[in-house]
């Protein structure tokens, strides 16, 4: 069964930690969860901080990004979670290539892989609602409860890793296409000339 918004109110002090819930976002049975402050983008060396006065994470086409939540989670034995993103950024073309549920006894921040399949850029704010979360009821646990020593906090040197690499975005492909097509026009002309020359020469002799 699945909380609903009563229910996820009444159990906020249980699921959320460090006063990171928002009221506001409470739907009739989902919480929309806001852009954290870090988030990485492949390609770049490192990660970014996103702040109030510099909000804005940009997206390129085909580009892939690690985002975190402001949200810090901390469920109980009896509660799991399942997350998609808001319909607003599928419709944009973003699309979560991570996990899409919160096992029980979590007690991390949630980090996100994200990819923008479309041809245009899709721009990102700090504390914007961006994914849902649903939570439901789960019987009969009798699993132990993971302790974590050092619980997750912002994106570590492993999610870059698992995401590593530079990504070819449209704009940059489209970048070395202009340039090829420069190249062929300067130096084309220069070949076959080249090539006439040794022609012309060759049937002389």
């Known amino acids: 069964m699945f909380l609903g918004s ?4 009444d159990n906020a002090a249980r699921i959320f930690l460090k006063d990171t819930f928002n009221k506001e976002r409470v739907n009739q049975c989902s919480y929309d969860l806001a852009i954290g ?7 770049q060396s490192i990660p970014v901080k996103l702040t109030k006065a510099e909000p804005y994470l940009v997206l390129e086409p085909g580009q892939f990004a690690i985002l975190t939540c402001h949200e810090k989670i901390c469920l109980p034995p009896e509660i799991m979670g399942f997350i998609t993103l808001r319909n607003r950024y599928k419709m944009q073309g973003l699309v979560n290539v991570s996990g899409f549920h919160v096992e029980p006894t979590f007690t991390e921040q949630l980090v996100f892989a ?4 479309s041809a245009t850029d899709i721009r990102l704010k700090y504390l914007d609602p961006t994914f849902t979360i649903f939570f439901a ?7 132990p409860t993971k302790k974590l020593e050092d619980p997750r906090q912002g994106i570590t040197l492993q999610d870059i890793a698992q995401l590593g690499g530079s990504t070819i975005t449209l704009s940059k492909l489209k970048e070395e296409m202009d340039q090829l097509r420069r190249m062929v026009f300067v130096y084309a002309p220069i070949i076959v000339a080249a090539t ?6 060759l049937l002389k002799k």
Not at 6 to 9: G, K, L, Q, S
Not at 37 to 43: C, F, K, L, Q, T
Not at 137 to 143: G, H, L, Q
């Open 6 to 9: 009563t229910a996820i109110r």
């Open 37 to 43: 402050e870090d988030a990485y983008i492949v390609g």
């Open 114 to 117: 994200v990819q923008n399949v």
């Open 137 to 143: 009821e789960v019987r009969d646990n009798t699993s």
């Open 196 to 201: 006439i020359a040794i022609i012309v020469a």
